[in-house]
């Protein structure tokens, strides 16, 4: 029994209220912005600030923190967020329940740096979905390279698409028809 209450101790607030409290709404939608100190999360929860100051917790980790909102109009909020881009100091986080709004605030353990992403997975996401573009390649040679890209990852409708107008491309270049 006591290595389960050290277990239990040891989970963050949020995945312990989900165990012990039933209906918990997660929290996804929230904004977030930055100062040369801190890193901040804005979260908008209708009626937050009439609810007991201890209903709203928040711990935070080097890499990580977690938000709970206990019993507000009859349910528990939660925000747990991981994989921080860069490492924040656990002592140095806070909240601010304001009207309908919690602000939590993250010290940044590197002050005056810049977060161009809140987490490492925000960080891969957007930048597998930035374009490569090689400025020393031929425009319609990197044309092809795209199109023989959207070939491979297309479903079979896109590519039977694509091999359709490369053949009519192919017959009207060999036509010497190659106006549009």
Same mark, same amino acid.
């Given at each position: 029994?006591?290595?389960?209450?050290?277990?239990?101790?040891?989970k963050?607030?949020?995945?312990?209220?989900?165990?012990?409290?039933?209906?918990?709404?997660?929290?996804?939608?929230?904004?977030?912005?930055?100062?040369?100190?801190?890193?901040?999360?804005?979260?908008?929860?209708?009626?937050?600030?009439?609810?007991?100051?201890?209903?709203?917790?928040?711990?935070?980790?080097?890499?990580?923190?977690?938000?709970?909102?206990?019993?507000?109009?009859?349910?528990?909020? &939660?925000?747990?967020?991981? +994989?921080? #881009? @860069?490492? $924040?100091?656990?002592? =140095?986080?806070?909240?601010?329940?304001? *009207?309908?709004?919690?602000?939590i605030?993250?010290?940044?353990k590197?002050?005056?740096?810049?977060w161009?992403?809140?987490?490492?997975?925000?960080?891969?996401?957007?930048?597998?979905?930035?374009?490569?573009?090689?400025?020393?390649?031929?425009? &319609?040679?990197?044309?092809? +390279?795209? #199109? @023989?890209? $959207?070939?491979?990852? =297309?479903?079979?409708?896109?590519?039977? *698409?694509?091999?359709?107008?490369?053949?009519?491309?192919?017959?009207?270049?060999?036509?010497?028809?190659?106006?549009?």
């Amino acid at each position: 029994e006591r290595k389960a209450e050290l277990l239990e101790n040891e989970k963050p607030a949020a995945v312990v209220a989900l165990i012990t409290m039933g209906y918990t709404v997660k929290i996804s939608n929230y904004g977030w912005d930055q100062s040369d100190k801190f890193a901040k999360i804005s979260v908008t929860l209708t009626g937050v600030h009439q609810v007991p100051t201890e209903n709203v917790q928040v711990s935070f980790r080097e890499r990580s923190f977690d938000l709970l909102v206990k019993n507000l109009n009859g349910k528990s909020y &939660s925000m747990i967020v991981n +994989n921080l #881009l @860069k490492p $924040i100091s656990v002592e =140095g986080g806070s909240k601010k329940v304001k *009207t309908h709004t919690v602000l939590i605030l993250h010290r940044k353990k590197a002050e005056n740096t810049w977060w161009d992403y809140r987490t490492h997975v925000e960080k891969e996401c957007k930048e597998k979905e930035k374009p490569s573009h090689d400025t020393e390649m031929d425009p &319609s040679e990197e044309l092809m +390279n795209v #199109l @023989k890209e $959207i070939h491979e990852d =297309g479903d079979d409708d896109m590519k039977q *698409t694509i091999n359709t107008a490369w053949a009519e491309s192919g017959e009207k270049e060999a036509k010497g028809d190659t106006e549009f």
